[in-house]
C-alpha cells in the first residue's frame, strides 16, 4: 500500500501524557470530517481544525516510509513516533506498524476515533468530534476540544481511558476558553486541563 504524508519532523511532543517526550511526528494527508480546503470548512463535520493536511508525498511502502521516520530520529534509543493527520487511520495499516515496531519505535496514534485499529499499538489518543461516531470503545488517552457545540465531557463518562484531557477551543475566544475549561475541571476533577505547550514554545 502507499501512504500520502502531508509533513514529516522530529520535534518534542507539546501535550497530554507524554508531554516533552522526543517523536518523530508522522502527519497524513487527509481527513473524513473536513476535506482541509477552506471553501468547505462551513459544511465541514468539524469546523475548528487548524491543521494543515491537503498533499503531499507519496511513499510507496511501509517499509520506505518507516526508513524515513527512523531517517530522523537522533539514535537508537527511546524511539517513538506518532501518527496523526488529518485522520491517519485512514491510511495506517498493520504493515507499518510493523515497519516502524521493527525499527524499534514505539507507535503513537492521535485519531477521531471514527475508524477502526487495523492493530494494536502502543499508544492511543482519541479526540472526538461532535456529529462523528467514535467506534473506538478505549484509549489511552481522551481529549476533547472543550467548549463543543454538539459534544459535552458528560457523554464520555464511563468511556475506558487512562488519561481525560479537556483541550481549550483555540481562535479568538481562547482566554474565555481557558477560563471555562479550567472552571469545568476544577468541579469535574476526573478532568484534566490540557495545554499545547508547542505554542508556547515556539516550536511545531
Not at 507539546?14 to 462551513?42: K, Q
Not at 515496531?101 to 492511543?124: H, I, K, Y
Not at 489518543?125 to 454538539?150: H, M, N, W, Y
Request: net charge negative; aromatic share 10%.
Amino acid at each position: 500500500m502507499a501512504y500520502t504524508v502531508h509533513e514529516m519532523f522530529l520535534t518534542v511532543q507539546g501535550e497530554g501524557a507524554n508531554l516533552g517526550r522526543v517523536a518523530v511526528f508522522v502527519r497524513f494527508a487527509g481527513c473524513n470530517l473536513w476535506s482541509g480546503r477552506e471553501e468547505d470548512r462551513a459544511t465541514a463535520v468539524c469546523r475548528f481544525c487548524d491543521t494543515s493536511f491537503v498533499g503531499g508525498v507519496k511513499y510507496a511502502s511501509a517499509v520506505e516510509l518507516a526508513d524515513a521516520v527512523a531517517a530522523l530520529f537522533p539514535g537508537e534509543v527511546c524511539r517513538f513516533c506518532v501518527l496523526t493527520g488529518g485522520e491517519p487511520l485512514l491510511q495506517v495499516d498493520a504493515l507499518l506498524v510493523a515497519a516502524l515496531r521493527s525499527r524499534g519505535f514505539r507507535v503513537a496514534v492521535e485519531t477521531n476515533g471514527t475508524q477502526a485499529l487495523p492493530c494494536r499499538v502502543d499508544w492511543v489518543c482519541i479526540s472526538p468530534k461532535a456529529g462523528a461516531r467514535v467506534v473506538l470503545t478505549d484509549a489511552d488517552e481522551l481529549k476533547l476540544v472543550f467548549p463543543q457545540e454538539g459534544v459535552s465531557p458528560e457523554q464520555f463518562h464511563g468511556f475506558s481511558a487512562n488519561h481525560y484531557w479537556l483541550s481549550p477551543m483555540d481562535g479568538p475566544d481562547l482566554a474565555k476558553n481557558i477560563a471555562k475549561t479550567a472552571a469545568y475541571c476544577l468541579a469535574h476533577p476526573e478532568w484534566r486541563l490540557n495545554i499545547q505547550a508547542h505554542k508556547t514554545w515556539g516550536i511545531a
